[in-house]
């Protein structure tokens, strides 16, 4: 595990925001009412930013809630058997546990169905539910924009980045999601505000536009910086995916890959980029291994389960650079 901090409750990354069970199915390429056979994982997108956090070695604690049934009970015990704290894991009393099924037809287009009965119990997390303290403290705090979507989430959200007081890697994930969302002015209100309280952005072309008006990578990245976040990293689709900061410009060029499943190739960009981080990796150097976890992880079938350990990721970050200039890859 990482030894970036001198306090051993305090982990290296505290995470925010969704948790939900996927149902995946075993057969690709057919609809859901022609698929014969689902497997069952966590998912979320939090949660899986924490678990490939995890995986690569960093000690993380998730918070979140689920709901109050037996697949809220999987949560919390498969959670922490992918190696994340979940200990800020709560139930909400009365609500079912949210459940995404998803249809795969590689390589891009993965439908998802996601049943929420009338809404999401983690959307019930509360100020309460914060461990204030190692926000305040963790080298990463991690949050969500789906997270300001309902109250009383967004109150719980702002309670920890004032705790927190804009401290480095105070990391929101643009997430722009629609179906949770009343309209697309909220989304932009709300993802717009809370800006002013964090030093890293995540976000796809679509998400940068709801949040600052801008789709242009460079002007999208300098619409964030101009707001007084330190890092922007705009994901640039097959262009692959940049890094701003004010005095430094990387870019990380797509890896060719067959897809299997797109679906968790952001959340491991997430946790890559937690651990670059933490390791005080070159901007290059970071920017450079979050892209390649999330090819890796496109060519596995499911998300939390997919997520590599860091020797498995080195070797492919390693053929993909070898690749990239054009000499023999081993992977």
Known sequence: MSTTNTAASVPDVVAV??????????????GLADIRS????????????????????NSVRLVTRT?????????????????VDNTG?????????????????????????????PTAPDMYLDEGDLPLDAIERAPIFWATATGLSR?????????????RGRRPNTVLDLDYRPMFWDNEEHAHTAVSEALDHVTITVGNLEECRVAVGESDPDRAADALLE??????????????????????????????????NGLGAGDAFGGALCHGLL????????????????????TRPQCSLAMPNLADLTAFAAGAAEQASGTTSSV
Not at 235 to 254: L, Y
Not at 279 to 298: E, F, P
Request: net charge negative; with cysteine.
């Open 279 to 298: 390791h005080g990796l070159t901007l290059q150097d970071t920017l450079d291994l979050a892209n390649a976890a999330g090819a890796l992880v496109a």
């Open 227 to 260: 707001r007084g976040v330190e890092l922007a990293i705009v994901k640039m689709g097959p262009h692959g995916v940049m890094a701003r900061t004010r005095t430094e410009r990387a870019v990380s060029r797509p890896i060719p890959v067959d897809v299997v």
């Open 67 to 83: 709901g109050d049934d037996p697949f809220g009970d999987y949560a919390r015990t498969e959670i922490a058997r992918l190696g």
């Open 17 to 30: 925001g969704r948790v939900c069970i996927d149902i995946y199915p075993e057969q690709f390429g057919v």
């Open 38 to 57: 689902f497997s069952k994982s966590i998912g979320g997108s939090a949660t899986n930013v924490a678990v490939a956090a995890a995986q690569l070695g």
């Open 151 to 163: 109250e009383p989430s967004r109150s719980a959200h702002y309670a920890a980045w004032r705790t």
């Open 89 to 117: 894991i709560t139930s909400v009393p009365g609500m079912k546990s949210v459940l995404t099924f998803c249809e795969v037809f590689p390589p891009d287009d993965f439908p998802l169905y996601i049943y929420r009965e």
